[in-house]
């Protein structure tokens, strides 16, 4: 494995294992503090219907507001989270956050279904369908309002307990994502078994589109592999006008990136979304 040093000091290894064991244990403690401080918070990324130009969904992704170390990006704590049993209270925690809010911008006008991330270890865990229903009847949120994203490593791996879990999701009538497709390891004959319903290149081929013909030849294939499975194709990381007029030109559903819109607070995704629709906002308080 080759190491890579992230902003927090703390050397991240590609499987997920940090270095230094006191500090991960740190990151650890304080991270079961920051669940019950409620610390965390979800930030809000627009996913853009490249046919019209309009929203279509809204991505959910976790930041820590660290008492210390400021705003820290997932990348920071989610490798921790993983290894130490946290990420199933961290994701329950997203997901009845993310469905609250997501009934609140309904409330406001927006009809957006909104996209939540789950890890690996959340397929892994036996019920894991049974406790997104349960969350979504807290919230009344209609399931078809909630997009689950998954790795494609995820899926790659022990893959028993996984295809049975995104099953029941579907059963449900959630969607389900295919996240950072084409740098994992899904075979094409694992999508077969799988009912998924969007698929997202990953930004690596798309911040290439327009200079690199390898990754226009393959993000042209996964265009058509997905449409011919029946799914939604949504492109990450588009940053630059060209790459957006490709991928449209392409036949791509939708895109998400800086280009479009960053991941925003709660307030300022409704704030720049105002025009057409209500002002009355829920009067709840946000960071
Ligand atoms: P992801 O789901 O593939 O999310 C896309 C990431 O790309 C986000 O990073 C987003 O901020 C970033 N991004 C968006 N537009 C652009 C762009 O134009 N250029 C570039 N270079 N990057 C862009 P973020 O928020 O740091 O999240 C990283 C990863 O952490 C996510 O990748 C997802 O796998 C994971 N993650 C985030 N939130 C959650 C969560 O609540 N639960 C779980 N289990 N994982 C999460
Ligand atoms: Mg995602
Ligand atoms: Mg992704
Ligand atoms: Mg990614």
Redesign the pocket.
């Given at each position: 494995y080759q190491g890579k040093r992230g902003t927090s000091g703390i050397v991240v290894y590609a499987g997920g294992a940090v270095a230094h064991p006191t500090q991960w244990l740190v990151v650890q403690a304080e991270l079961r503090h920051a669940l019950e401080r409620d610390e965390l918070v979800?930030?809000y990324?627009p996913k853009i219907r490249l046919s019209d130009g309009e929203i279509c969904g809204v991505?959910?992704?976790?930041?820590w507001h660290h008492p210390v170390r400021g705003l820290l990006?997932?990348?920071d704590f989610?490798p921790a989270a993983?290894q130490s049993g946290l990420?199933q209270p961290?994701?329950a925690w997203?997901l009845r956050r993310a469905l609250a809010d997501q009934r609140d911008w309904t409330t406001a006008g927006r009809s957006w279904p909104v996209a939540?991330?789950?890890?690996a270890r959340?397929l892994d865990e036996p019920d894991f369908a049974g406790f997104v229903a349960g969350a979504l009847a807290e919230t009344g949120t209609p399931a078809d309002q909630l997009m689950l994203?998954v790795?494609e490593t995820a899926l790659a791996g022990d893959t028993a307990i996984a295809t049975r879990t995104v099953v029941d999701l579907v059963a449900l009538g959630a969607g389900v994502a295919v996240?950072?497709f084409g740098v994992g390891y899904t075979s094409l004959s694992q999508l077969r078994n799988i009912p998924v319903s969007e698929i997202?290149i990953?930004?690596v081929f798309v911040?290439s589109l327009g200079r690199d013909p390898q990754s226009e030849a393959i993000v042209r294939s996964v265009i058509e592999l997905a449409h011919g499975l029946g799914c939604w194709v949504t492109a990450?990381?588009?940053?630059s006008p060209e790459v957006r007029r490709w991928l449209e030109d392409a036949g791509c559903d939708a895109a998400?990136?800086?280009?479009l819109a960053?991941?925003l607070t709660w307030n300022d995704l409704i704030e720049s979304t105002t025009g057409d629709v209500r002002r009355d906002l829920p009067a709840v308080a946000r960071s």
């Open positions: 979800l930030h990324q991505e959910a992704l976790v930041r990006p997932p990348a989610l993983e990420i961290l994701t997203v939540v991330n789950v890890s959340n994203e790795t996240d950072d997202k990953d930004r911040s990450e990381g588009v940053e998400q990136g800086s280009l960053p991941p």
